[in-house]
């Protein structure tokens, strides 16, 4: 183990002398940059793009286009950028994520790899967490973008296709990844070419790369549409389990944060659901139900899980204590929340296009992160997005002082402590900054430094349109600041004057968090840039991570120092430092197990959704004829229509009725065909026989329709509709396969397997049910003039909260929901067509066995 640590340790070393070298060159151009005219930074970056059209790799330009960027932006912005700054950037050009501290400048560092990489004309998408950053990102580097000649797009939620078709073709785009992910699935729900507004993507530097690749990497976007639905059964499962009793009707199990009803609380929903057997198949729904109602009143909390605000639940981010505008708990979850806390139930919705950030990310040609906190995640970064994290070194040495944790008997013990700390340092002018990891914690603190008189500012899910004003203030003389997490994300503290003086900014923490990258982030506000700072972590056995893990350990240290009932003493030691931190790292490693076991059945969507999605495109993109694509579309059901029924060795046996039934469903007038004409006949003279008449009415149709620009226009009409109402009917039932797979296991199946398996079974006998309804609708369609592709508007955007998506039931309605407008509760998108032409509805319907 410690010959593996050293080689860790040595290679990082050479790493870093290598980028040390390579940063030299940069720098040895400094002098040559400093003699051009600002009129010369353009003409240069056409020399740059002209040169890598000429075969010159970008590796070459590198020390050349890093040492524009550098000079351009000490004349622009007044910023230098150091030599570790450099090595950060030749980090994130070579895909890598570059590691660097608060406050050593890596937006300033990501635009020597942002413009370099823009000279290839394939754009380069700068990603941030939240639309306040990209655009002050945007704006403030967008002036040295433009100044050396490049133009610069911000995206943002809500803009129309034009504003974003024009962002994205900009040479560098400023997003967030939520924005980034949606238009990824509207361009791939859009019915002409000229409505996609993505190009191909290229090239990514994600800021705060572990909270959008780590963090939020199974967090499923979802493109929705309303399923129809009575909110009722909730409502009635909510009041039922506010009756309940716990340990008497449920358990809770605190590790794993779940909750099932006793064998008493089971007789109780039977009496109230007057029902002999609960868990009888029929009443899964109302299972479901009274589960989600369970979870939603004794394990969701709310101002920590989420707050309520004007009427609506709104979820609290657990890493950044941000409210999470427009996500929605999936799986009913959040409609039972709203059941409980007496708000109105909002309909459940169908999913019509979804992509975890995990495989969205994995698509771009390139990536590359930056963030301050990338070490401890380094092996599932390697192993799920093939980039390596590269410590870089500070540009100053750094003089913060971190105390070791101290461990009280209890909350208020703890708290009591914290206030004491905090108006000892606040009587001497010291700045403060307070992490909690809950609004509750926050307005709990707040009101004890009420008490005692200290004036402070409160920054929470509540209040974080003054994020920005609030963090500014919080390195100033005597400022005392209570935030969430989401003070440790894309914020910069700066020291006010006479701060350095009293020991610079002091944070903190009143818990740990169940990352360690986030008590880090946290850890960073401090001492950035050489300031002098310290930090203090504040922890009791009555804490969450506490009792989940490891708490009995730390009750029997606790009662063998003879501590009980001394409630203002505390234990400070390296020991129980460590039992804390091995409890971050069991949630870690199990939280890294989850996210790669939901890739890996991720990974059998993410084939199937690009066939999908690349095949559409074709049909979009294609000018000229699909002629060949529907005929095969036809022949294909034809022959898999007349083998399903002569698979018999004797011919007696031949299904020729099912098959004339087919044709006449399908292809033909009734009239045109019989049992009769079929029999006698081999498989492959049937399948012929079949062809030909099908190819017949295929020429009527094209003859019917004035020029080929009109039959392109219909087919496209018409498979493109089939597609879509197909694709979104496969997400579901394979969303239905995902849930109920598990239990397999319990069959010495392995789940995994079984879901691949099936999985692919069901993407078959989904293209085969493509090619039946595009058969049928082509061959026995009246076909209008003037076909035009519609899209569905209206349909909602979010990001559901955990993985299983947010769905709706089977219905009558669906079909015709594809072709209706829907409630538009967030962004508009589309999805959908109206095909313009009607089937022939004198033709009886026809079972397809083994196509559905």
Known sequence: MANFLKQLVENDKRELRRLGKLADKVMAYENTMSELTDEDFPVKTEEYKTRYKQGESLDSLLPEAFALVREGARRVLGLFPYKVQIMGGITLHEGNIAEMRTGEGKTLTATMPVYLNALSGDGVHVVTVNEYLATRDAEEMGELYEFLGLSVGLNLTGMPAEQKREAYHSDITYSTNNELGFDYLRDNMVVYKSQMVQRPLNFAVV??????????????????????????????????????????????????????????????????????????????????????????????????????????????????????????????????????????????????????????????????????????????FREIYNMNVIAIPTNRPIQRKDGQDLIYPNLKSKFNAVVKDIKERHEKGQPILVGTVAVETSELLSDLLKKEGIPHEVLNAKNHFKEAEIVMQAGQRGAVTIATNMAGRGTDIKLGSGVKELGGLCVIGTERHESRRIDNQLRGRAGRQGDPGATQFYLSLEDDLMKRFGGEKMQNIWSRLNMEGEEENFIQSKMLTKQVESSQKRVEGNNYDTRKNVLEYDEVMREQREIIYSQRLQIINEEDSLEKVTTNMIRRTIHRMVENHTLAEDKTKWDLEAIVDFATSAICHP????????????????????????????????????????????EKVVILRVVDRKWTDHIDEMDHLRQGVGLRGYAQMNPLTEYQTEGFERFQAMIGAIDYDVTRIIMKSQIRQNLQREQVQGVRSIVAKGHDRQKGPQSPAEEAAMNKKVENVEHTSNTGLHPAMEADKNEKKHDRPGME
């Open 207 to 380: 800021d705060e790369t572990d909270s959008i690749l780590i963090d939020e990497a199974r967090t499923p976007l979802i493109i929705s549409g309303q399923a129809e639905k009575s909110t009722a059964l909730y409502q009635r499962a909510d009041f039922f389990v506010k009756g309940l009793k716990e340990e008497e009707d449920y358990t809770i199990d605190l590790t794993s944060k779940t909750i099932s009803l006793t064998d008493e609380g089971i007789n109780k929903a039977e009496k109230a659901f007057r029902l002999p057997n609960l868990y009888d198949i029929d009443n899964a729904a109302l299972i479901h139900h009274i589960d989600q109602a369970l979870r939603a009143n004794y394990i969701m909390l709310i101002d920590i899980d989420y707050v309520v605000d004007e009427g609506k639940i709104k979820i609290v981010d657990g890493f950044t204590g941000r409210i999470m505008e427009g996500r929605r708990y999936s799986d009913g979850l959040h409609q039972a929340i709203e059941a409980k806390e007496g708000v109105n139930v909002e309909n459940e919705s169908k999913t019509m296009a979804t992509i975890t950030f995990q495989n969205y990310f994995r698509m771009y040609r390139k990536l590359s992160g930056m963030t301050g906190t990338a070490k401890t995640e380094e092996e599932e």
């Open 671 to 714: 009239e045109d065909i019989s049992v009769e004409e079929l029999a006698g006949k081999s498989a492959l003279e049937i399948e012929a026989l079949l062809d030909e008449k099908a190819m017949k009415i295929y020429r009527e149709k094209q003859a019917e329709l004035n020029g080929p620009n009109q039959m392109l226009e219909f």
